[in-house]
T-cell receptor, first 116, second 114 residues
Framework: DAKTTQPTSMDCAEGRAANLPCNHS???????VYWYRQIHSQGPQYIIH???NNETNEMASLIITEDRKSSTLILPHATLRDTAVYYC?????????????????FGKGTLLTVNP | DAGITQSPRHKVTETGTPVTLRCHQT?????MYWYRQDPGHGLRLIHY???????DKGEVSDGYSVSRSKTEDFLLTLESATSSQTSVYFC?????????????FGQGTRLTVV
C-alpha cells in the first residue's frame, strides 16, 4: 500500500468546515483513498473512500486531486464531537484472490481538535 | 459495531504467562485483523486473516500468533507475555466486495503485563 503523509495536528472552530489534507504521491492506479477516524479510546470508524472522483456522504466529503497524489477530507460543519484522530489510508479494493491486497495499514493520522 | 465482540475487555497478566485474546464476529466477514495501539505509534497491524485457516503477518508480528479455525473467531495469542506487549488491542473485520472494503472495529482490549 502507498504511504501517506498527514499533518500531526489541526484545529478548527466549531461550526466551521474542517479540511484535512493527505499526501499520497506514490499511489497506484488501482488504489483507493480511505478515511477513518478514532474518537478517544474507541475503535476506528470508517468515514468515506474514493478512487478519483470526489465523493460525499452524510459524514463528509472527499476531494481527490486530478493527479491523485493528494486528497482532502472535508467536514462541512465541525462539531465538538468531531474531535478525533483522522487516518488517511490508500489501499487496493475489489475482489481479488490472496490476502495481501486486503492488508489494512494505518499511519499516525491527524489529531483534529474542534474548539468551541 | 457490526457485531464484533472482543474478550476480555481488560486483562492484567504477569510477565511470561500465555495470554489469548478473542475476537468474535456475527457478520460473516471474511477478513479479520488484529492491531495494537500505543501512544506515539498509532495503530499497528499485528496479524490478519483472509479466510478460515488463512493468516498472514502484519508489521509487528513478533511475539504473537493467531488462529482462525472458523469464520466468526480470530484468536490472538501471546505465547509468553512481556511488558512491551502492554497495549490496547483492536480487532477489525472486513468483507470483500468490489468497491466496498470498509473495515469495522471492535471496542478494544486493554492488556497490562506486569
Amino acid at each position: 500500500d502507498a504511504k501517506t503523509t498527514q499533518p500531526t495536528s489541526m484545529d478548527c472552530a466549531e461550526g466551521r468546515a474542517a479540511n484535512l489534507p493527505c499526501n499520497h504521491s506514490t499511489i497506484s492506479g488501482n488504489e483507493y483513498v480511505y478515511w477513518y477516524r478514532q474518537i478517544h479510546s474507541q475503535g476506528p470508524q470508517y468515514i468515506i473512500h474514493g478512487l478519483k472522483n470526489n465523493e460525499t456522504n452524510e459524514m463528509a466529503s472527499l476531494i481527490i486531486t486530478e493527479d491523485r497524489k493528494s486528497s482532502t477530507l472535508i467536514l462541512p460543519h465541525a462539531t465538538l464531537r468531531d474531535t478525533a484522530v483522522y487516518y488517511c489510508i490508500v489501499r487496493v479494493a475489489g475482489k481479488r484472490s490472496g490476502g495481501s491486497n486486503y492488508k489494512l495499514t494505518f499511519g499516525k493520522g491527524t489529531l483534529l481538535t474542534v474548539n468551541p | 459495531d457490526a457485531g464484533i465482540t472482543q474478550s476480555p475487555r481488560h486483562k492484567v497478566t504477569e510477565t511470561g504467562t500465555p495470554v489469548t485474546l478473542r475476537c468474535h464476529q456475527t457478520e460473516n466477514h471474511r477478513y479479520m485483523y488484529w492491531y495494537r495501539q500505543d501512544p506515539g505509534h498509532g495503530l499497528r497491524l499485528i496479524h490478519y486473516s483472509y479466510g478460515v485457516k488463512d493468516t498472514d503477518k502484519g508489521e509487528v508480528s513478533d511475539g504473537y500468533s493467531v488462529s482462525r479455525s472458523k469464520t466468526e473467531d480470530f484468536l490472538l495469542t501471546l505465547e509468553s507475555a512481556t511488558s512491551s506487549q502492554t497495549s490496547v488491542y483492536f480487532c477489525a473485520t472486513g468483507r470483500p466486495a468490489d468497491l466496498d472494503t470498509e473495515a469495522f472495529f471492535g471496542q478494544g482490549t486493554r492488556l497490562t503485563v506486569v
